[in-house]
């Protein structure tokens, strides 16, 4: 149901709940300040845009998102991608490809396909979610250092070769701002939960610096002093040869607003024992990718920190997502010239907390306890994001699942020869539909497939039938475990059918189930196999083999059951 969250929780809502929502989105819109300021310059862009990321997305995805709770603006989760498409392609490559990625993220809502994230591999989202943390660390060293170093290397190992070499130019005052940053968060919740560890260390970092001048470098030093007001909307002019190369990046930015966004709202809904609208997040995730970056933003996504911290304060309903867009553009307007006095230690110390929890190490370890195939993906995606790119690993690391999962398939997937099974006496004694319970005629071959019968299959089907020494007169494929079928596997068949009806061989299909049985209608196969030759249980399938060699027909034991009948699929 593609319907905002906000219009049905304003439809009963009560001045209480205001007061509440007032005092959440309040704190969040605090807790935001110095992560959205962090997050911006940890992707290579000026702190002002992370701010007005959080002002603009913020309130979009608040006021148009399918959940209650959920709490919109950059997050560590692009800041890979983010300055790697800034490295390679400019800001306006950026802005134009944050906006593709809102279009195709409206385009996955609308085509209702947001319960469709949830079947991206666990080990994937943790690889690349891990690799994000080392590279956020990683990247922060050089400030909460103090070091010397004009031109920081954008890759991995040349960024740490790097930080090594110039270890020698260690700032002591940056240094101490930084750990002191670090003990004011990781002590402060012992003080008070109302009041976040980050701003309490912005601000006193900021006044230690500023009053006794230390030497270290902030905000302004860098990038000069903030604008205190939101910029005029600006679209940007991109070539078409220019779109074509962004397509990659914007799909990148899309997979990983989907993820991060619906995963928030899934915590959320445990929190508040609600349920979100996947659908219409995504909507609402794209609406905001598509106008924040004409205000000069970044990508967007839903925050699960700043969420969480909206629901333990009290915020129930939308509106707290949207005070807290107004309570950083007030604060952006009216305090936003300070923000120019900041340390960069004190936000590196920021971000370094943040890959602390981003890189869900407990997860990670307890995930190279799993099958094999799940840590060889796990590693792959993790390596790849360091060591490549977030956009190489995303797609080696699906395509890598994607071919295991095929694998794993492919091995469940059996197929026998149940006649030769009946010689040697290994069939199932306790199964009624067993076919040691049937007269089998003689020159009549069953073959039984047991699992979904698709191409990673197909293969084993063809060199499971070569086994037979002798070119029967009448070949049974018993379909009864089998409940899906592709179009690799009806091809299989098809082609069988063909060459068995030049070879004289009939061919019957026994115990066919719904779907396999509308594929072959679907795919016009059923005057290819004949409708005379496909039966709902393996009864019928032996008598006509008896009919076809010119014998009476038995009646089906007392005990056996149907599978599907053929007329049902027809009704």
């Not at 800041?79 to 990625?101: C, F, K, N, P, S």
């Not at 990247?139 to 740490?160: C, H, M, Q, T, Y």
Request: net charge neutral.
């Amino acid at each position: 149901m593609l319907v905002p969250k906000s219009i049905t929780t304003l439809r009963v809502y009560s001045r209480p709940q205001f007061a509440s929502d007032l005092v959440a989105g309040i704190i969040v819109g605090i807790v935001a300040l110095p992560l959205a300021i962090a997050f911006a310059m940890a992707s290579g862009v000026t702190p002002d845009r992370g701010l007005y990321t959080a002002i603009v997305a913020g309130f979009i995805v608040s006021a148009l998102g399918g959940s209650r709770v959920q709490i919109g603006g950059p997050t560590g989760a692009f800041v890979v991608i983010v300055y790697g498409i800034i490295q390679r392609y400019g800001i306006d490559g950026l802005v134009v490809a944050t906006m593709m990625a809102g279009v195709i993220l409206v385009v996955l809502g609308v085509a209702k396909l947001g319960a469709a994230i949830k079947f991206i591999p666990h080990s994937v989202v943790v690889g690349f979610t891990s690799g994000i943390a080392v590279i956020i660390f990683s990247s922060e060293v050089k400030d909460f250092l103090g070091l010397r170093i004009e031109n920081l290397p954008a890759d991995f190992i040349p960024k740490w070769r790097a930080l090594v070499t110039h270890w020698g130019s260690v700032n002591p005052a940056a240094v101490a701002l930084g750990v002191g940053s670090l003990l004011v968060m990781g002590l402060w919740p012992r003080v008070s939960r109302r009041i976040p560890g980050p701003f309490v260390a912005l601000i006193a970092a900021t006044g230690i610096a500023t009053w006794f001048h230390l030497p270290v470098e902030t905000i302004g030093t860098r990038f000069g002093a903030i604008s205190a007001s939101l910029p005029h909307p600006v679209f940007p002019h991109v070539t078409f040869k220019q779109l074509t190369l962004l397509i990659p990046p914007a799909f990148t930015i899309a997979l990983l607003a989907a993820v991060e966004s619906l995963l928030s709202a899934v915590v959320a809904d445990g929190m508040i024992g609600g349920r979100h609208r996947s659908n219409m997040e995504l909507v609402a995730q794209g609406i905001a990718n598509i106008v924040s970056p004409m205000f000069g933003g970044i990508p967007a996504t839903g925050a699960i920190a700043r969420t969480a911290t909206n629901v333990k304060n009290g915020g129930r309903t939308p509106v707290a997502g949207m005070i807290h867009s107004v309570t950083l553009l007030l604060i952006t307007l009216f305090f936003g010239k300070w923000a120019a006095l900041i340390p960069l230690s004190t936000l590196a110390a920021i971000l370094v907390i943040v890959a602390y929890h981003m890189s869900e190490w407990r997860t990670f370890r307890s995930e190279l306890t799993a099958p094999k195939s799940d840590v060889a993906v796990l590693l792959t995606t993790f390596l790849l994001t360091v060591i490549v790119d977030l956009t190489v690993a995303i797609e080696v690391g699906m395509v890598l699942a994607a071919f295991l999962f095929m694998r794993r398939m492919a091995e469940v997937t059996n197929v026998s020869s149940v006649t030769r099974e009946l010689a040697d006496g290994d069939e199932d004694e306790e199964d009624p539909n067993a076919i040691r319970r049937r007269a089998v005629p003689s020159g009549v071959e069953v073959f039984e497939i047991s699992g979904p019968f698709f191409f990673g299959a197909a293969e084993q089907f063809k060199d499971t039938l070569n086994q037979v020494a002798r070119k029967p007169k009448v070949l049974i494929i018993r379909m009864r475990d089998v409940p899906a079928i592709d179009s690799t596997g009806l091809h299989v068949l098809h082609e069988l059918s063909r060459r068995y009806r030049s070879e004289g061989t009939l061919l019957l299909l026994s115990d066919v189930h719904a779907q396999p049985m509308f594929a072959i209608v679907r795919h016009d196969m059923l005057e290819d196999f004949g409708e005379a030759n496909l039966f709902g249980n393996i009864d019928d399938a032996l008598n006509r083999a008896r009919e076809y060699l010119g014998q009476e027909p038995v009646p089906a034991p007392a005990t056996a059951t149907p599978t599907v009948a053929r007329e049902a699929v027809r009704d």
